[in-house]
Each structure stands twice: as C-alpha cells, then as structure tokens.
C-alpha cells in the first residue's frame, strides 16, 4: 500500500491502482493506521467532513464495498475487514510505506553505526515517490497527514545531512540542502547543517551571510532570535573550530610488499 505519492497498490512488483478517489481516500486513510481500527465516525468526519451526506452510516458502507471491490480486482482481496467500532486494514505496517519510512527513520536514530544509520535514512527517503496524498488536498485529514509526512521527510534529511557533514562530505549536503532552504527559509535546522556544508566547502563568509539573512528573516517575520543551537553553529564558524571541518583524508594505504 502507497500513500507517499499516488495512493496505489502494489502487488507481486505491479502497480495497481484502487478504485475513484472516494475509495483511494478510505484506503489511505486506513492505510496510515494499518493493523489498527479506525472508527466509523472517524472515517466519517475525514471523508465527508461538514458535507455529510443524509444517511452517513450507510454511505461508509457503501464506500467500504466498493473499495473491497476494487482491492479485489487488484489482486488485494479480504484485506479490510470490519471490526468494532469501523475498520481494519489487516496488513503489517511494513506493507504501508509511509509506516515503513517512519520505522526506518526510527532505526537509524537507533543505529550505532554512522554509515549502516545513513543507508536507513537514504532506504527511507527513497519511499517518497512525490507529493504524499496530492489528490486529497484541500481535505483536512489529508493536510494534517501531509504536514507530518513533510516533516518526517525534512527531519530525516537533516539527520541524514549530519552524518554526511560528519564524514566530510559537505559539497554534496550542500547540493541538497540549498532548494530545500530555498523552500524553507526559516527552518533553523537546515540552515544549520547549510552552514555547516559552506564552511566544509571553504566559503566560510557564505555561511555567516546565511546566518545573517536567518536572522533577519526570524527577526522582521516571526519577531524571533535565532535558536541557542543555531548560534553555537555561528560561533564555530567565526572560531574555525576543528570539529566543524571536514576530517582529513585517510593517509595512502603503503604498496603491499612484493
């Protein structure tokens, strides 16, 4: 089941899509909460919201046989099943891949090893295949889940970015970051780990003009200071502290003796 694009299923390696878009919503609505039941009144106030229609208990019904239907004619059969007090999607979170995404970003946070944590965070990543829930926007469940989903995607790739800028690797953070910033001027974090990709990249004024537009930008917008952990990056910047550079390169291995 995929919500972090197109809301379609997937089965046995093809895409399949699920039914109109009245039946695309339950299912990604159920899909969010897989293995939990969402009550009808939930699934109610989401789907019709102050548009109710005269007999809403039937109208879920109704939407809930025809998305059975077009699961069915998807190869996805008997995957929603009714239990009090509404439904229940029965499928493990791992086959939802907004579900999984934000499972794996919770291993690499777990995870000791710097390069096994980033390649969860990239297996993570690669699961947005573009807008999550494009279709439903407008709709207040889909822009509540929309900004959560947004702030997973940030949130692991900053965390990602850090463990780059860790291991030398600004240029190519810096190649990220800068259309996110660009899209999110306010966001400290990014702005962080940009300054932090400048000073790698040797263009240390850079990331002290970036920390100055920030500045100006929390100041004249939002009547803010930057945050404490914001300015210590600031500070290591003017200090050219060590530990904000990239390490040095390890040294050539010596030629194996013939």
């Known amino acids: 089941m995929r919500v972090l694009g197109p809301v379609d299923v997937v089965l046995d390696g093809q895409v399949r899509s699920v039914g109109r878009a009245g039946e695309r919503a339950l299912l990604a609505l159920l ?10 009144g ?3 106030d989401d789907l019709w919201g102050a548009e109710l229609p005269d007999d809403p208990g039937n109208a879920l019904q109704t939407r809930v046989s025809k998305l059975r239907r077009a699961l069915a004619a998807a ?3 008997d995957v929603v099943t009714t239990r009090a007090p509404g439904y229940l999607l ?4 791992d086959r939802v891949d907004a579900l999984r995404a934000a499972e794996l970003v919770e291993r690499a946070r777990r995870e000791p090893g710097p390069r096994r944590a980033e390649q969860l965070y990239t297996e993570a990543l690669g699961l947005w295949r573009g807008e999550p829930l494009d279709e439903f926007s407008g709709s207040g469940w889909a822009e509540l889940e929309q900004a959560r989903l947004a702030e997973l995607r940030l949130t692991a790739i900053e965390e990602r970015a850090q463990l780059r800028l860790a291991a030398g690797r600004g240029a190519e953070v810096l190649a990220e970051l800068e259309p996110l910033v660009a ?11 940009q300054m932090t990709a400048l000073y790698q990249a040797g263009r240390q004024a850079e990331a002290l003009e970036a ?3 920030l500045r100006r930008s929390l100041a004249d917008q939002l009547g803010l200071d930057p945050s404490p952990e914001l300015e210590a990056v600031r500070d290591a910047v003017l200090r050219q502290a060590p530990d904000l550079a990239a390490p040095p390169a390890p040294a050539p291995r010596p030629p194996a003796p013939r």
């Open 183 to 193: 899209a999110h001027p306010l966001r400290e974090r990014l702005r962080g780990r």
């Open 31 to 40: 899909a969010l909460r897989a293995g939990q039941v969402v009550s009808a």
């Open 42 to 44: 939930r699934l109610i």
């Open 75 to 77: 190869g996805a059969a």
């Open 90 to 93: 029965a499928v493990g979170p």
């Open 211 to 213: 920390y100055v537009d």
